[in-house]
């Protein structure tokens, strides 16, 4: 029997979606300093974007509001993998350290879709 879902903290995506922005954060800590305001501010916003959207989602009223803030979600982790390929290709991270980063961010998305679908009106 599934577990009842009382809260977003209790939805598996939402608590994939912090773990990816919490090894973003310490990833993108050993990034150089003068990207500071570069590309490290770009994958953490884009990082924590994900599972602040799925928690306001949650708290919307309707399921269509709820859908659009997971589809808004949902660009988020492509924005996130966008900057991490483009932080790879410039040098600031290797593909070792982004891997990892881009399947959590994949796992992410496999949780987001059919929930998105869920949502959908018959």
């Known amino acids: ?18 773990d990816l922005a919490v090894s973003i ?6 990034w150089p300093k003068d990207e500071r ?15 602040a959207n799925i928690a306001e989602g949650y708290g919307r009223e309707s399921r269509a509001s709820y859908q659009q803030f997971l589809r808004i979600a949902q660009g988020s982790l492509k924005e996130l993998e966008t900057h991490l390929l483009i932080a790879q290709r410039v040098g600031i ?5 982004t891997e990892p980063l881009m399947n959590r961010s994949e796992s992410v998305g496999t949780l987001l879709r059919p929930l998105i679908r ?4 018959e």
Do not use: C, F, N
């Open 93 to 97: 991270t290797s593909h070792q350290a």
């Open 25 to 30: 954060y310490e990833t993108a800590r050993a």
């Open 1 to 18: 029997m599934a577990a009842k879902i009382e809260s977003y903290r209790d939805l598996i995506v939402w608590q994939q979606a912090m």
């Open 118 to 121: 869920k949502l959908s009106p």
């Open 37 to 51: 305001y570069g590309l490290t501010a770009q994958v953490r916003r884009a990082a924590t974007s994900v599972p």
